[in-house]
């Protein structure tokens, strides 16, 4: 089966630029996740989403973050404008249920100069 | 709220050796899961074993094994045999329901 899709895979941007990163999750999973991994860090939960409801965005930024998922599928994470701080690895990742276990995709990395 | 400690941010082995990466928790539920996934440079993360709560047995994938000590919170991961390509950083996680939290991983080196 087809893994969780992520691009770019890189992406360098000046600080008080945007960023928008993309996320194809595997194929009728209905909870997708992003996550923020500063270098040398566990992953932290930015957002949950279950189909096209979000079901935690508790720690995500949202004076700068956003994200969304219409239709319940592909998801779209969005910072604007971006501070150095935001410099980090952002995953993405599904699973068929709440209770299941998570596949990940292979990540974006972002850095802000 | 939950959280995951891995008391060991780097650990080595030689190879074809055994090692054991320590991982603690603190949670007030008694229904819950833990996971240990690989993360290689390749960033992707891979489950390498996965652990009821409410099950006594500990889980074992092929070289893989959990030491799974309810009552201490504690699920700390055995590496029989380790191999070059167990390298990687190794992450403890903790979910029930919609939370899932990870730890601050553990860097593997395996030497030759």
Known sequence: EAGVAQSPRYKIIEKRQSVAFWCNPISGHATLYWYQQILGQGPKLLIQFQNNGVVDDSQLPKDRFSAERLKGVDSTLKIQPAKLEDSAVYLCASSLQANEKLFFGSGTQLSVL | ?112
Request: glycine share 4%; hydrophobic share 35%; with cysteine.
């Open chain 2, 1 to 112: 709220a939950q959280t995951v400690t891995q008391s060991q941010p780097e650990m080595s082995v030689q190879e074809a050796e055994t090692v054991t990466l320590s991982c603690t928790y603190d949670t007030s539920e008694s229904d819950y899961y833990l996971f240990w996934y690989k993360q290689p440079p390749s960033r992707q993360m891979i489950l390498v074993i996965r652990q009821e709560a409410y099950k006594q047995q500990n889980a074992t994938e092929n070289r893989f094994s959990v030491n799974f000590q309810k009552a201490a919170k504690s699920f700390s991961l055995k590496i029989s045999d380790s191999q070059l390509g167990d390298a990687a950083m190794y992450f403890c996680a903790y979910r029930r329901g919609q939370n899932f939290v990870f730890g601050p991983g553990t860097r593997l080196s395996v030497l030759p």
